[in-house]
Structure formats: structure tokens, C-alpha cells
């Protein structure tokens, strides 16, 4: 079945670490989403991907960085720059020609900041 | 400003009552496309039903509809004969023409008692 793959579901990270949350999708979408998940703030953008090899900033891009080499992978990295790292990151695609439908989401990974 | 706005933080249905989830947005543009989604604790985001801007008719899924009222920029979610499955975190959310970016509102919290 198509989907999209989301690991590590739990991560930890160190104050000062870059960490690498990987999303992967055999959707043959197109279009790849990161969001970030606070409690009681629902989800804010952090990066998209309409083609390989192009990405643009969300509106809290800021200490996340992305690339985006094969049609099926936009990992992205959590670098020691973002200093509030612990929230819940969701990993989306979407197929642009199909304008009626909404997202696919992976199931997450949850990072936390010990 | 908020794009979505959900106000109910938390809501309580007996089971196989019908329940309905506030939701407004604030657009300028006339074309868009409105969500919802459901969250379980197992964190994925599952779509439920979409509305079109244009659509004359409210969208209907099952168990689900969308009282779509467009003078008043509302999107309700109405669940009908609730089940115990349905307890989760429930996001109304927005896309506007370019399609590059939802918007989501902060989430009801439904449980749904037996």
C-alpha cells in the first residue's frame, strides 16, 4: 500500500546536536510538507518541496534546515540552532493535480530535548 | 490573525449522539478549500471530508458533513451516531489558490462516552 514512512517515531536529542528526522513516501507525490506540532497550537509549516531539488521556507523555517535529491525522501535535519526543538514533526505529501484532496501524512516522530 | 479559528478546546458526546465541531476562517480570497482531519494518539493526521469554495452542495462522508456556511466563513464538522473510535483531536484547516501551505486551527479535543 502507498503511504508515507516517518522515523524514528521517538527521538532524543542533546542540547547542541543536529538530528536528521527522515520522511519517505511511494505516493509518487510531487509535493513534500514539515510540520511542527505544539500542544494547543495546532501545525505550523516549516519547509516545502513542489520538485526535487527545490525547497522553500514555512513560516518557522528558522534553525531547521532540508534537501530534497530524490523524488521520495525529504528528510530534515533539526540543527543545534533551533532552540526549541521539542515538539511533535509530521511529514506530508500531496499530489498538486489533484487540487480537491488534502494531505497524506506520515505518523510522526516525536523529538525530545534531554 | 488567525486563519481558522476553532473555539471549542475540549468537547464530551454521549455515544451514538451527533455532535458538531465549530470552525471559521478568515480569507480574501474567493477561491480556497477547507479540511478537517482527525488525530488519534497515535498522532497521524487522517483526512475526513473536504469543501471546495464553490461547491453548492456541503460535503458529506459518512458519518461526517461539513455545514458549510459561507457569509459567516464557517466550516463545521458534524459527526453523526458518534462511536467510541472517535475520540481523538479533530483540526479544521485551510488551503488557499497557490496550494502550497494549509493552514490548521488548534485542534477539539472529542471524547466520546459510553
Known amino acids: 500500500d502507498g503511504g508515507i514512512t516517518q522515523s524514528p517515531k521517538y527521538l532524543f536529542r542533546k542540547e547542541g546536536q543536529n538530528v536528521t528526522l527522515s520522511c519517505e513516501q511511494n505516493?509518487?507525490?510531487?509535493?513534500m510538507y514539515w510540520y511542527r506540532q505544539d500542544p494547543g497550537q495546532g501545525l505550523r509549516l516549516i519547509y516545502y518541496?513542489?520538485?526535487?531539488?527545490?525547497?522553500q521556507k514555512g513560516d518557522i523555517a528558522e534553525g531547521y534546515s532540508v534537501s530534497r535529491e530524490k523524488k521520495e525522501s525529504f528528510p530534515l535535519t533539526v540543527t543545534s540552532a533551533q532552540k526549541n526543538p521539542t515538539a511533535f514533526y509530521l511529514c506530508a505529501s500531496r499530489d498538486p493535480r489533484g487540487p480537491n484532496y488534502g494531505y497524506t501524512f506520515g505518523s510522526g516522530t516525536r523529538l525530545t530535548v534531554v | 490573525a488567525q486563519k481558522i479559528t476553532q473555539t471549542q478546546p475540549g468537547m464530551f458526546v454521549q455515544e451514538k449522539e451527533a455532535v458538531t465541531l465549530d470552525c471559521t476562517y478568515d480569507t480574501s480570497d474567493p477561491s480556497y478549500g477547507l479540511f478537517w482531519y482527525k488525530q488519534p494518539s497515535s498522532g497521524e493526521m487522517i483526512f475526513l471530508i473536504y469543501?471546495?469554495?464553490?461547491?453548492?452542495q456541503n460535503a458529506t462522508e459518512g458519518r461526517y458533513s461539513l455545514n458549510f456556511q459561507k457569509a459567516r466563513k464557517s466550516a463545521n464538522l458534524v459527526i453523526s451516531a458518534s462511536q467510541l473510535g472517535d475520540s481523538a483531536m479533530y483540526f479544521c484547516a485551510m488551503r488557499e489558490p497557490t496550494g502550497n501551505q494549509f493552514y490548521f486551527g488548534t485542534g477539539t479535543s472529542l471524547t466520546v462516552i459510553p
Open positions: 469543501q471546495g469554495s464553490y461547491d453548492q
Open positions: 518541496s513542489q520538485i526535487v531539488n527545490d525547497f
Open positions: 505516493l509518487n507525490h510531487d509535493a
